[in-house]
Every structure is written in structure tokens, then in C-alpha cells.
């Protein structure tokens, strides 16, 4: 059953990471919910994640009989998305203190309105939340699921024919 889509799952997770970068972009442009640093962050990661599969995909392209490494790749890319997601979490919940806001520089920053004051998001501060869970929480609860199912077709045994 994992092993199914082997040959083509860093396409999968390719196109797994694009939508959740495609998610913040909306709600970030559709929503107007400005992204704190570790937001980017999380963002970086899934850039990292996107790339890393292209990349997995041209190599399963050339050498079919490596799919199972580039399951395990890019599975690798995706812990780390859920790492840093689940990191951003910690920060939201105050178990961690992080010193995210002083990455901004505040000078940079220019509101649409342009009078008025310039107010930079908080990392401490869940821009949303859905039944009790900010977007980093589902981002790091879907970025691990992502990764368990890489493992799970990296390590699946191959069907017989």
C-alpha cells in the first residue's frame, strides 16, 4: 500500500509544502494576518522542502531504484518543517522564550495606511486559531504527518508482483 507511490512521492510532497506556503500567502494577503519571524521561518522551511523534492524527483528520474532514499529525504526536509513549526508553537504557548522580534527592524516596515503607528506581529501571539490550534500548530501537526508517510513509503516493502 506505501509503497504505491514511491516513484512519484517527492512530487507528492513537492506539492504537499507549495500548498501550505500557498495557505500563508493567502491568509497573509486574503486574510491580512502580517507573519512574525518564526512564520517566516516556517516558510523558509517549506521552501527547503520544495526544493529538496524537486530535486529527489529529477534523481528518481535518473535512478529509479533510489526512490526509497528520496522518500527518506524528503522526509528528513519535512521533520525539520515540523520542527521549526512546533518550535513557533512552543513560543505561542510561552514554554519557550524566543527573541524573534528583534529580527525586525521596524524601519523597514511600511503600512499600507501610511500615517499612523507601525506595529510588528509577535511570535508569542497567535495571529489565528481554529478550535483552539494557531496556524503553526496545524502546520506542525500536518508537516509531521507528511513526514511519518515519507517514512512509511521509504520503509514500505515492495509489493509483490
Given at each position: 500500500?506505501?509503497?504505491?507511490p514511491?516513484p512519484?512521492?517527492?512530487?507528492?510532497?513537492?506539492?504537499f509544502?507549495?500548498?501550505?506556503?500557498?495557505?500563508?500567502?493567502?491568509f497573509?494577503t486574503?486574510?491580512?494576518?502580517?507573519?512574525?519571524?518564526?512564520?517566516l521561518d516556517?516558510r523558509?522551511?517549506?521552501?527547503?522542502?520544495?526544493?529538496?523534492?524537486?530535486?529527489?524527483?529529477i534523481?528518481?528520474r535518473v535512478?529509479p531504484?533510489?526512490?526509497?532514499?528520496?522518500a527518506?529525504?524528503c522526509?528528513?526536509?519535512?521533520?525539520?518543517?515540523?520542527?521549526?513549526?512546533?518550535?513557533?508553537?512552543?513560543?505561542?504557548?510561552?514554554?519557550?522564550?524566543?527573541?524573534c522580534?528583534?529580527r525586525i527592524?521596524?524601519?523597514?516596515?511600511?503600512?499600507?495606511?501610511?500615517?499612523?503607528?507601525?506595529?510588528?506581529?509577535h511570535?508569542?501571539?497567535?495571529?489565528?486559531?481554529?478550535?483552539?490550534?494557531?496556524?503553526?500548530?496545524?502546520?506542525?501537526?500536518?508537516?509531521?504527518?507528511?513526514a511519518?508517510?515519507s517514512?512509511?513509503v521509504?520503509?514500505?516493502?515492495?509489493?509483490?508482483?
Amino acid at each position: 500500500m506505501f509503497d504505491r507511490p514511491r516513484p512519484i512521492w517527492p512530487i507528492l510532497t513537492l506539492v504537499f509544502s507549495g500548498a501550505m506556503l500557498a495557505g500563508a500567502h493567502a491568509f497573509e494577503t486574503f486574510g491580512g494576518l502580517r507573519p512574525c519571524p518564526l512564520c517566516l521561518d516556517q516558510r523558509s522551511w517549506h521552501w527547503g522542502v520544495v526544493v529538496v523534492s524537486a530535486l529527489m524527483f529529477i534523481v528518481v528520474r535518473v535512478r529509479p531504484n533510489w526512490a526509497r532514499l528520496a522518500a527518506a529525504v524528503c522526509g528528513l526536509a519535512l521533520v525539520g518543517a515540523a520542527g521549526m513549526a512546533a518550535y513557533h508553537v512552543a513560543v505561542e504557548q510561552h514554554w519557550v522564550v524566543a527573541t524573534c522580534d528583534a529580527r525586525i527592524n521596524l524601519n523597514n516596515i511600511k503600512p499600507f495606511p501610511m500615517e499612523g503607528p507601525v506595529e510588528a506581529p509577535h511570535c508569542d501571539v497567535p495571529a489565528w486559531t481554529m478550535f483552539g490550534i494557531s496556524m503553526a500548530g496545524y502546520n506542525a501537526i500536518l508537516s509531521a504527518f507528511a513526514a511519518l508517510a515519507s517514512f512509511l513509503v521509504a520503509l514500505a516493502p515492495a509489493r509483490k508482483a
